[in-house]
């Protein structure tokens, strides 16, 4: 898979076939591979936190989620041409999983967004085949307890939705144990899925302008917005980089 350096990591140039054919051909492997969904402030962070780099370029598959890392690859002149989001990944492996008979598990999110996620999915694809979900708020000490449980279901792929980066590191600890072979960081895709929260319409998409459409909805999150200035300007500052090896 064609990859794009970024800072101090690599984004795969891939599409949404692309992922979904990979990730069910890694359901019929077997294995634990991990899947990162990559927005700008998780390329930030690789670029400040060694231990998350590494956890980054160890990813089995890293996707562009979002507008913010198109246009980065594109102040950094190599620019990515596909984008395949955490949430419609997400959907769509939902709208294939009873035609390819993969057993999809949701873990993450409020009990309010888990469940209402679970349903619209399950109303919206009723071959779907729904391993089993929990919601996001159970201890570091849960956590062994959490993955058994989804191994007892005989899930393939579990979409994780704890938070950048608390997902990335949940997937790379505790996917081997819970059986699945593929565990994808969602961020707060069940919230959108409820219905909880809207996604950016188009318009505020092509303008690269989610960042925008999403503070107004979350004002509280505007600590990572923060950091988008800063990460453009490193982005440029290393523009001469472009070793894709
Ligand atoms: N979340 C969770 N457990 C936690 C922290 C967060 O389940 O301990 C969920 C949260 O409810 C939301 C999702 O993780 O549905 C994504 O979190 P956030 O909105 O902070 O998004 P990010 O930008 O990190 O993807």
């Not at 990572?224 to 490193?234: C, E, I, Q, S, T």
Request: net charge positive; aromatic share 10%.
């Amino acid at each position: 898979m064609e990859r794009v350096r970024l800072l101090d990591i690599f984004v795969h140039d891939v599409s949404l076939e692309e992922v979904l054919e990979q990730i069910t051909k890694w359901c019929r492997e077997k294995g634990a591979h991990q899947v990162v969904t990559a927005d700008a402030y998780m390329v930030d962070l690789a670029s400040s936190d060694p231990v998350f780099r590494q956890l980054m370029l160890d990813a089995d598959l890293v996707t562009p989620d979002s507008s913010g890392v198109l246009l980065a690859s594109r102040l950094a002149g190599t620019p990515i041409k596909n984008k395949a989001s955490g949430c419609v990944i997400a959907e769509n492996h939902c709208r294939i999983s009873g035609r390819e008979g993969l057993k999809i598990y949701f873990l993450g999110a409020s009990e309010k967004a888990n469940t209402g996620a679970a349903e619209k999915m399950q109303a919206a694809y009723p071959d779907m085949l729904f391993a089993g979900r929990h919601d996001g708020y159970f201890s570091p000490e849960e956590s062994a307890g959490v993955a058994a449980a989804i191994k007892e279901t005989g899930a393939d792929i579990v979409l994780v939705a704890l938070g950048i980066p608390k997902q990335e590191y949940w997937i790379k600890e505790f996917l081997p144990a819970s059986g699945a072979s593929v565990g994808i960081g969602i961020g707060g895709t069940f919230d959108v899925m409820s219905g909880n929260v809207k996604r950016a319409p188009v318009f505020f998409q092509k303008l690269y302008l989610e960042w925008l459409y999403r503070f107004l909805q979350a004002p509280k999150k505007s600590y990572k917005l923060g950091r988008l200035p800063g990460f453009f300007l490193k982005v440029l500052k290393n523009r001469n980089k472009k070793d894709n090896s």
